[in-house]
């Protein structure tokens, strides 16, 4: 159901786009989120968007993440700026839950300091 591509590595204060394609024919009805998993950690929520695009922010990213999605594409997006070695993570989209879509592969994002 999910492909998530766009991660890579950056220095400390750098900037990534994640993006997230979607096959579900009902994605415009659905409210998304990204999530990030690192390495001996739960995986957490990033952020939210609603079908109509109000986002809501996990507190330790905002004022530097962006979530957006188009409709017409199936396609949600990540722009994440002033990044932190701390966010280093595989970065996943799905729904916010209870119920979800199975896992994608995600996507690696490496911040080096």
């Known amino acids: 159901h999910l492909d998530e591509s766009g991660g890579g590595l950056v220095q400390a204060g750098g900037s990534l786009r994640l993006s997230c394609k979607s096959i579900?024919?009902?994605?415009?009805?659905?409210?998304m989120a990204w999530f990030r998993r690192a390495p001996g950690k739960e995986r957490e929520l990033v952020a939210k968007?609603?079908?109509?695009?109000?986002?809501d922010y996990a507190d330790f990213v905002k004022g530097r993440f962006s979530i957006s999605r188009d409709n017409t594409k199936a396609m949600v997006y990540l722009q994440m700026n002033s990044l932190r070695p701390e966010d280093s993570a595989v970065y996943y989209c799905?729904?916010?839950?209870?119920?979800?879509?199975?896992w994608g592969q995600g996507t690696q994002v490496t911040v080096s300091s």
């Open positions: 579900s024919n009902t994605f415009s009805d659905r409210h």
């Open positions: 968007i609603t079908p109509g695009g109000d986002p």
């Open positions: 799905n729904l916010p839950g209870p119920l979800q879509y199975p």
